[in-house]
């Protein structure tokens, strides 16, 4: 399929787009309230490919937080291979933006006899998947028309993350004064995402030129941020069309150091704090010795050298991050989705044509 949106736009579009979703959450969530209302919650599944994935790794540790129980955010086929095991007060969150991914339609098949709780989450009205669920929840960011996923990607999120403080409401686990704390973190977190935009453009514009040289990247950040981690490595290889690998900073340093070549650029995901964070740093220490070439996102103060080009900090991005501590992977995804888009049109990739155009259809996984 040939799309013929601007992706760039759609970045631009996600502070009101997200503006929009928490302004109409009562209507959104209606089905999905109704059929978890009285409803006693063993564990929550929360099932999709690709960026829906990504979406889900992203609001688990939130959700586990909020609700006291199991949030486990799995991939369509693994979910199928332990329906019989699965408890019949589980919640089922199937995710699909374009409601087309085969595999997901196929999983709440599965589970929609035995689990009377499973949702479809999807950007499209009337398409496919919300054919299959007991309720449908609607991500309203508009038709996305364009090769790679961007303002979907951050609606998603955020969607989930309003889905899990419903439920945390309706179980008694979050009282009223609590659940309006949170919304005004998310509105504060939505209205300074104009000035993150703002701030990161001239940063990645710059950063794209020097992709354009790139054959061989590596994505490191900490579990605070294993969604935004995962959706950079997808979107970086869909788009720039180069190998992309990622891993937090500790699996990086079991083996993985190994395949580090000259070659290998690194960008750095630097959570707001953690342990992860001085991991990291000692990581971009050492291949800063060794020269290789790297970038970094929300890096704390600098505490050697300079960049392989003599200019301190030119290869490293500081924005205006909030840095909230449950909502940070809606702010974080900003500055690499602009870079990547911008990436590909330094690379004179047209990422809205797709490299094989007829994979989907010999592999049937769209419909």
Not at 82 to 111: F, K, N
């Amino acid at each position: 399929m040939v799309y013929q949106g601007d992706a760039l736009n759609y970045i631009y579009e996600t502070p009101d787009i997200l503006q929009g979703i928490l302004e109409k959450e009562e209507i959104l969530f209606r089905e999905s309230r109704e059929i978890l209302a009285g409803r006693e919650i063993s564990e929550i599944y929360l099932t999709g490919s690709g960026s829906s994935y990504n979406a889900a790794a992203a609001v688990c540790a939130f959700a586990k937080k909020l609700l006291g129980i199991r949030v486990i955010p799995v991939y369509p086929v693994s979910l199928m291979e332990d329906a019989e095991i699965i408890s019949d007060q589980a919640v089922i969150l199937g995710i699909s933006q374009q409601g087309t991914s085969t595999a997901v339609i196929q999983a709440l098949d599965m589970l929609r006899e035995k689990c009377a709780a499973v949702i479809s989450v999807t950007g499209e009205y009337n398409t496919e998947i919300t054919r299959h669920g007991n309720a449908n929840l609607y991500v309203e960011c508009g038709y996305e028309d364009a090769g790679a996923t961007t303002k979907g990607y951050t609606a998603t999120v955020l969607t989930l993350m309003l889905f899990v403080m419903m439920a945390a409401e309706l179980t008694g686990r979050l009282n009223v004064r609590e659940a309006a704390a949170y919304r005004k973190r998310l509105y504060e977190m939505i209205r300074n995402m104009r000035q993150v935009i703002a701030d990161c453009r001239p940063w990645c514009e710059k950063m794209a030129q020097e992709l354009k040289t790139s054959t061989d990247m590596i994505v490191i950040s900490g579990g605070s941020l294993r969604g935004s981690l995962l959706e950079g490595v997808l979107k970086f290889s869909e788009t720039c069309r180069f190998p992309v690998r990622g891993y937090e900073a500790e699996e990086f340093m079991h083996g993985i150091y190994n395949s580090v070549n000259a070659s290998t650029d690194f960008l750095y995901l630097f959570p707001a704090d953690g342990y992860e964070v001085q991991r990291m740093m000692k990581l971009y220490e050492y291949y800063e010795a060794q020269g290789n070439r790297q970038f970094a996102v929300h890096m704390p103060e600098r505490v050697s050298g300079t960049d392989r080009d003599g200019d301190s900090g030119i290869r490293s991005l500081s924005c205006g991050f909030l840095d909230d501590p449950d909502f940070s992977a809606l702010e974080y995804m900003l500055p690499q989705q602009m870079l990547f888009v911008l990436a590909s049109r330094a690379r004179g990739i047209d990422l809205n044509v797709p490299r094989d155009p007829e994979f989907h259809t010999y592999m049937k996984s769209k419909l």
